[in-house]
């Protein structure tokens, strides 16, 4: 079945530097791919999403990439801020349906 | 405009009560969802909703039934609750653009989670 894998499962970083996050989706047809923020105790929250006619997105210091042929796609923060601290998970839209896969998570950590 | 809500927001249950977590959207959106989260496991769907009057099984619907009588609302219920169902269930809802023959997906929003406890 459809299957999205999410590396690593955990990150830290010095405040102030990159973080990447990176996602492979096993369905050749998916062609969205959102990306969620979860703070603890709290809701997942959109913070930025591709398509897959789009190779790149950018939304200030947050950036997603999708390579189709490989099946992968990577979220990328630059300059890193305490408040980027957080679970961010990836998803893949299914086939034919309205539902996603979504990946295991990665929890990120910024270390001030 | 409150997007998407659940109650309740904590729940104990005993092994073999029943329970019924309500979500509710007000944002007229088509598609609605349950997701559990636990540990290192992400977010798993239960079941889906595409309009009123019809549901579908997710990912792991073993255990639950859902019912969708009105649009705004999606109800997700444990008719015997087991510790394996102690989790924190989130509902989310979604809409798509017309695209012809073409399916466009577009975002899902979340409602804050139901924490439930099964002892």
């Known amino acids: 079945g459809e299957n999205v894998e999410q590396h690593p499962s955990t990150l830290s970083v010095q405040e102030g530097d990159s973080a990447v996050i990176k996602c492979t989706y096993s369905?050749?047809?998916?062609?969205?791919f959102p990306w969620y923020k979860q703070e603890l105790g709290k809701r997942p929250q959109l913070i930025i999403d591709?398509?897959?006619?789009?190779g790149e997105k950018k939304d200030q210091r947050i950036a997603v990439t999708l390579n189709k042929t490989a099946k992968h796609f990577s979220l990328h923060i630059t300059e890193t801020q305490p408040e980027d601290s957080a679970v961010y998970f990836c998803?893949?839209?299914?086939?034919?349906?309205?539902?996603?896969?979504f990946g295991t998570g990665t929890r990120l950590k910024v270390l001030a | 405009n409150a997007g998407v809500t659940q109650t309740p927001k904590f729940r104990v249950l005993k092994t073999g009560q029943s329970m019924t977590l309500l979500c509710a959207q007000d944002?007229?959106?088509?598609?609605m969802y349950w997701y559990r989260q636990d540990p290192g496991m992400g977010l798993r769907l239960i079941h889906y909703?595409?309009?009123?009057?019809?549901?579908a099984k997710g990912e792991v619907p073993d255990g639950y039934n859902v019912s969708r009588l009105k649009k705004q609302n999606f109800l997700l219920g444990l008719e015997s609750a087991a510790p394996s169902q102690t989790s924190v269930y989130f509902c989310?809802?979604?809409?798509?653009?017309?695209?012809?023959?073409?399916?466009?997906?577009?975002?899902?929003?979340f409602g804050p989670g139901t924490r439930l406890l099964v002892l």
């Open positions: 989310a809802s979604s809409f798509s653009l017309s695209g012809g023959a073409r399916l466009i997906q577009e975002t899902q929003y």
């Open positions: 998803a893949a839209s299914i086939r034919g349906t309205y539902k996603y896969i």
């Open positions: 944002m007229n959106h088509e598609y």
């Open positions: 591709i398509r897959s006619n789009v």
């Open positions: 369905d050749s047809a998916s062609n969205y």
């Open positions: 909703s595409v309009g009123e009057g019809t549901t």
